[in-house]
């Protein structure tokens, strides 16, 4: 699996990761949604991939995991851009768009 980051999102990425350890990973985040088939697609900074994460093929300057748990979820190559907003991410492949409002949460602990 694939994803290719857009200039702006992986500048915006790695401004998050700053000088700290840790790594990026997609999610499909169903926690409160009821159904995993209702989840929405995440990102999370974790200060090391699980033992269950692949790391998926980018030509960012920093690897992105994901869980194989997840896989079934996403298409085989993705696009990841900052939204209009410049606040969040924009998700899609060739055919669709999985959101246009991903959110990017900090997980790594604080020291």
């Known amino acids: 699996m694939m994803i290719q980051l857009t200039e702006a999102a ?4 790695k401004g998050k990761l700053s000088n700290s ?3 990026i ?17 995440g990102l999370e900074i974790i200060e ?13 300057s920093y690897p992105i995991y994901m869980s ?5 979820f996403f298409e085989e190559a ?5 939204n209009s907003s410049g606040l969040h991410f924009r998700l899609s492949s060739t055919g669709q768009t999985y959101s246009t409002n991903v959110k990017l949460v ?5 020291a």
């Open 48 to 60: 090391q991939p699980g033992e269950n994460d692949v790391a998926l093929d980018t030509k960012a």
């Open 25 to 41: 990973r997609l999610i499909h985040d169903s926690e409160g949604c009821g159904c995993v088939m209702s989840a929405v697609p």
């Open 78 to 82: 993705l696009m990841l851009d900052l």
């Open 10 to 13: 992986e500048q915006k990425l």
């Open 68 to 72: 194989r748990n997840h896989e079934v």
């Open 106 to 110: 900090d997980r790594r602990l604080k």
């Open 21 to 23: 350890p840790g790594v």
